[in-house]
């Protein structure tokens, strides 16, 4: 399967911004957090799906602001700037660390943002969140953990199947990429402990969303079971089910690229999700490319990271200069 060239091209475009703008530090766990963002944002870029967030974010923000402030306040506020920085900004940096901490819970990101202002407006505080401050903190960590496992717990599958909606999970378009064969593990593991009858899952789950394949599901039925039988059955309970059939949309392998590729501090080929992954190479290549750029429009890798670095160099240098030197001999002993 061929890339599309100028989507990849869109996708290390996105490295190169995030390189400019950022330390190390906040990006170099975004392969790990891949596989536990949620589903949805999977094949987004890590600048997508900090974009994605801050839309979350402003949406609950208004609607805390109408519910609990002023109606035509709520119209207008925003708690962060618009778009996507050209150099590093405290604002920014804060939006994206709110977005890993959301994507290290394995929660969609309207939820937690929604659930935090709800929790917000039943404590007295005087004023709104901003994204840095929608998580746990030290203070209310107990109370707040403990409301939010309780109100995701139901919502959670509902929401997996929300993303029947989305051609990247689906078997047209597998790749065998970790991301997809973890949805698929999870689906299957959820099959296990439902109480419908298989066909009635099958036709579900392999015709209707063609998010596995029959041989997967047949898996799961008794060892005495007669397979043909059950196959039977779920195509015609498919067939009843025709206008439910989700289109068939062919994505380019460019589509697919995980949301941690070509960030070059992230790849690690002795660990997961790297050691499975089907593009490593391809994401090796884009993220030497991507580094390349960075060099030659800024002069760093990590402009940030060398900023910084020189920042303390000077002030060593500031502290050492300070420092007078003792006067010859007074190291000596007054007397022998």
């Not at 870029?45 to 109408?66: C, D, W």
């Not at 409301?147 to 990247?168: C, G, I, K, W, Y």
């Not at 998010?211 to 009843?240: K, N, W």
């Not at 992230?266 to 992954?277: K, V, Y």
Request: one cysteine or more; aromatic letters at 8%.
């Amino acid at each position: 399967m061929l890339m599309d060239q100028a989507k990849l091209a869109e996708r290390i475009e996105d490295v190169v911004r995030m390189r400019t703008i950022l330390h190390p530090k906040d990006w170099q766990d975004e392969s790990q957090l891949m596989m536990t963002r949620w589903f949805d944002y999977r094949f987004m870029s890590p600048i997508e799906a900090t974009m994605a967030f801050a839309r979350y974010y402003i949406a609950g923000l208004r609607g805390y602001v109408r519910r609990h402030v002023d109606r035509e306040l709520s119209e207008t506020v925003s708690g962060i700037r618009s778009g996507v920085p050209t150099a590093r900004v405290a604002w920014f940096t804060a939006l994206w660390r709110a977005r890993a901490r959301t994507d290290a819970i394995f929660v969609p990101y309207d939820l937690l943002i929604d659930f935090s202002f709800d929790f917000s407006s039943r404590r007295k505080r005087y004023w709104t969140m901003l994204p840095h401050q929608l998580h746990a903190s030290p203070k209310n960590g107990e109370a707040w953990w403990a409301v939010f496992d309780d109100a995701v717990e139901d919502l959670l599958p509902r929401r997996m199947r929300t993303v029947a909606d989305m051609p990247h999970y689906r078997i047209e378009n597998d790749l065998g990429l970790p991301a997809q064969r973890h949805f698929r593990d999870l689906i299957l593991s959820e099959m296990r402990h439902q109480y419908r009858m298989l066909n009635e899952q099958i036709a579900d789950w392999v015709f209707v969303k063609r998010h596995l394949t029959l041989e997967q599901v047949l898996s799961l039925a008794p060892v005495d079971a007669d397979r043909s039988e059950i196959e039977r059955r779920a195509r015609a309970e498919a067939e009843d089910r025709a206008w439910e059939v989700r289109p068939v949309t062919k994505l380019d392998k460019a589509d697919l690229l995980p949301s941690c590729f070509a960030v070059a501090e992230t790849i690690n080929e002795t660990r997961a999700p790297c050691d499975t992954c089907a593009l490593v190479d391809h994401c090796k290549t884009a993220a030497a490319e991507a580094i390349e750029i960075t060099i030659r429009t800024t002069g760093s890798g990590s402009p940030v990271l060398s900023a910084d670095r020189a920042r303390k160099r000077l002030n060593t240098q500031k502290c050492r200069s300070k420092t007078k030197p003792l006067p010859a001999g007074s190291s000596d002993s007054e007397s022998d």
